[in-house]
């Protein structure tokens, strides 16, 4: 009786040792072991106290480039008339006053010879020697017919031709109000066009604007005049600047954010409306705990340094900053002065951190 006992108070623990083992997890062959921060060789390892110094304090911008409206205009019809010949189309580079395209109008055609008979009697009133009243009248009804033509869209090269031409010409050119790019055409040749219909938009693209938006942490920070240093991954590689000239009077409903605009100078016309930027606008300074670029450990959209406790204790924290440069980075908050940073290893030390 004694010994069936004992045989079956064996088998009772080898069974419970079985099922103890089945449901112990079991470490996947191969998987490395995390090590303590203190069994790493110190030379992978290197602390330094971060510098106290005054930097530029930015904010980052993200936004688009549009033309600027101040720098472009519509080139329109000034008489009612059908549209002949066009010298220009989209794309191409246009100066002041030169022509762009050409407009048959009876209306022009009748100015012109009105301008034509009040200079015919105007000068006959000279040779006969007419009356002071009678000969300012002729030159005041000079004076308007050619004030018309300039209203119906004549230069006074135009004017100073026809008179001395002597007979009217058949088209009226339609010249570009201001120097820069055709960007649209919005009519083909043979055309109908009423006075103020739209024959071409043009767009001077020495100065661009760049809308952007920001938040309301920093609305307190915006002034107008700042600078805004930004790229676009159109042309890598590459910075360009501007300066804020307008800062919304309210706050976008949509979006809840205040819209910015800067003045862009874009010589040589590298830039174009419609490219994506990111940048950062400088808006003042303050001061800030300077530590090497890899220092600063970048997880989940946030940033952490790693700092040294008492022997080889090491702890991960918090940090907000923006990168200077590709080599060092500006700590804002959550670094105390004086406190030494891992400065080298802190990625590797970092895993060791995240598996203990």
């Not at 220009?88 to 395209?101: I, N, T, W, Y």
């Not at 009040?118 to 300012?136: G, H, I, N």
């Not at 010409?169 to 790019?181: F, K, N, W």
Request: aromatic share 6%.
């Amino acid at each position: 009786m004694r010994q069936t006992r004992g045989r079956l108070i064996v088998l009772l623990a080898a069974l419970g040792c079985a099922a103890c083992a089945q449901h112990t997890p079991q470490a996947p062959p191969g998987a490395a072991q995390p090590q303590p921060a203190a069994q790493f060789n110190a030379d992978f390892i290197k602390v330094a106290p971060p510098v106290a110094r005054m930097v530029n304090d930015t904010i980052p911008v993200t936004g688009k480039l549009t033309l600027d409206k101040q720098r472009t205009r519509i080139a329109s019809a000034r008489v009612a008339g059908r549209l002949g010949r066009i010298f220009v189309f989209e794309g191409k580079s246009v100066r002041a006053g030169q022509p762009l395209a050409e407009i048959y109008s009876p209306e022009y055609v009748a100015a012109q010879n009105e301008y034509l008979l009040a200079r015919r009697f105007k000068e006959t009133l000279a040779l006969q020697d007419a009356a002071s009243d009678m000969r300012a009248d002729s030159a005041a009804t000079l004076d308007s017919a050619g004030s018309r033509l300039l209203v119906l869209g004549a230069t006074s090269a135009d004017i100073a031709e026809l008179a001395q031409r002597g007979k009217p010409s058949e088209y009226l050119q339609v010249r570009a109000p201001i120097s820069g790019v055709v960007t649209a055409r919005n009519v083909d040749p043979g055309a109908y066009l009423n006075v103020g219909d739209a024959l071409m938009s043009l767009a001077n693209l020495d100065n661009l604007w760049l809308v952007a938006n920001t938040y309301d942490s920093d609305y307190a920070s915006l002034r107008l005049g700042q600078r805004l240093e930004f790229q676009s991954p159109s042309l890598p590689g590459e910075s360009f600047h501007g300066l804020v000239a307008f800062i919304a009077p309210s706050i976008d409903p949509g979006t809840h954010t205040l819209p910015i605009r800067c003045d862009v100078p874009n010589p040589g016309a590298r830039l174009r409306a419609e490219m994506f930027i990111t940048g950062s606008l400088q808006v003042g300074t303050r001061p800030a705990l300077i530590v090497p670029r890899g220092a600063v450990i970048h997880l989940r959209d946030s940033d952490f340094v790693i700092v040294q406790e008492q022997g080889q204790h090491y702890r991960r924290i918090a940090i907000q900053g923006h990168a200077l440069g590709t080599e060092e980075f500006a700590i804002f908050a959550g670094l105390e002065a004086g406190r030494a940073v891992v400065s080298d290893g802190a990625l590797l030390l970092n895993e060791t951190l995240s598996g203990e």
